[in-house]
Nanobody
Framework: QVQLVESGGGLVQPGGSLTLSCAAS????????MAWFRQPPGKAREFVAV????????DYADSVKGRFTVSRDSPGNIFYLQMSDLKPEDTAVYYC???????????????WGQGTQVTVSS
């Protein structure tokens, strides 16, 4: 089971940008589905984005579409979430996850990172 470690969180002003990284303990194969979820303070964890490199399948939550972009590095060990035009409502702990189903459901992902905090505030 792949181990995942997120980094890149921090404090950013509204309208700013931030890129999160998810480093995997082993190469992420093109058929592996990678996803980002987030948990706002006091709320349940929610879907943000999902990607299967093979076939270029990508899906975003409506709340982040057009502002967030997922990508992977060439060797396939790091999964990114580029966030722009950040809003206070994007404040959350962000988690990356790995699985085999192209899905928005948390139960379809078997490997999770520990999370990284993103705070959007002036």
């Amino acid at each position: 089971q792949v181990q995942l470690v997120e980094s890149g969180g921090g404090l950013v002003q509204p309208g700013g940008s931030l890129t999160l990284s998810c480093a995997a303990s082993s190469r992420i194969f093109s058929s592996t589905v990678m996803a980002w979820f987030r948990q706002p303070p006091g709320k349940a964890r929610e879907f943000v984005a999902v990607n299967r490199w093979k076939g270029s399948s990508i899906d975003y939550a409506d709340s982040v579409k057009g502002r967030f972009t997922v990508s992977r590095d060439s060797p396939g060990n790091i999964f990114y979430l580029q966030m722009s035009d950040l809003k206070p409502e994007d404040t959350a702990v962000y988690y990356c996850a790995a699985g085999s189903q192209f899905s928005r459901e948390q139960s379809d992902f078997r490997s999770w990172g520990q999370g990284t905090q993103v705070t959007v505030s002036s």
